[in-house]
T-cell receptor
């Protein structure tokens, strides 16, 4: 059974801190790994990673994938209160019944002023 | 573009009642999905559709039915609601399949359903 595990489940930091969120996975027929940010409502897409060792960057957020060790990290530097959200990791795979995304349970990040 | 919209936003049902959740997208996407999100469980796929007139089971399909009579709409039905179906339901659509381009998936704002 495909599995995606995120850690920590919850994190509280102060503005300006740097945080690292972790995502490990066990899936067959891996195709991609995605990060989402979820505030009150719908998840919004951040990054998609398909190759090991290539960093994706968007402003203060960056992410990298290690396909050998089966994990990814999401870094947020100089955190702001607007970064407070649940960060979801999802892994795309191809199964006998079709393609699917398996989600982790998320990391709740709280950034205090 | 409204993107992906869901109706209703909130609903409270009694055990045994039925209801239909409506999802609509205006991006001309072929693929549509229904997920549920429960505390500590992440999002889990209920049913999906790869085009008008098609539906397929996801990870947790029991107790739900779906229909895709029009390309822009994907309906999720609960025939006899149970407390275990209390959850937040998200609809999503994508331009391409999840194996090819999962980054093209857009989510609706969610429906919070409580079954008493």
């Amino acid at each position: 059974e495909d599995k995606v595990v995120q850690s920590p489940l919850s994190l509280v930091v102060h503005e300006g801190d740097t945080v690292t969120l972790n995502c490990s996975y066990e899936v067959t027929n891996f195709r991609s790994l995605l990060w989402y940010k979820q505030e009150k409502k719908a998840p919004t897409f951040l990054f998609m990673l398909t190759s090991s060792g290539i960093e994706k960057k968007s402003g203060r957020l960056s992410s990298i994938l290690d396909k050998k060790e089966l994990f990814s990290i999401l870094n947020i530097t100089a955190t702001q209160t607007g970064d407070s959200a649940v960060y979801l990791c999802a892994v795309g795979s191809l199964t006998a019944s079709g393609s699917r995304l398996t989600f982790g349970e998320g990391t709740q990040l709280t950034v205090n002023p | 573009n409204a993107g992906v919209t869901q109706t209703p936003k909130f609903r409270v049902l009694k055990t045994g009642q039925s209801m239909t959740l409506l999802c609509a997208q205006d991006m001309n996407h072929e693929y549509m999905y229904w997920y549920r999100q429960d505390p500590g469980m992440g999002l889990r796929l209920i049913h999906y559709s790869v085009g008008e007139g098609t539906t397929a089971k996801g990870e947790v399909p029991d107790g739900y039915n779906v229909s895709r009579l029009k390309k822009q709409n994907f309906l999720l039905g609960l025939e006899s609601a149970a407390p275990s179906q209390t959850s937040v339901y998200f609809c999503a659509s994508s331009e391409r399949g999840l194996a090819e381009r999962p980054d093209t998936q857009y989510f609706g704002p969610g429906t919070r359903l409580t079954v008493l």
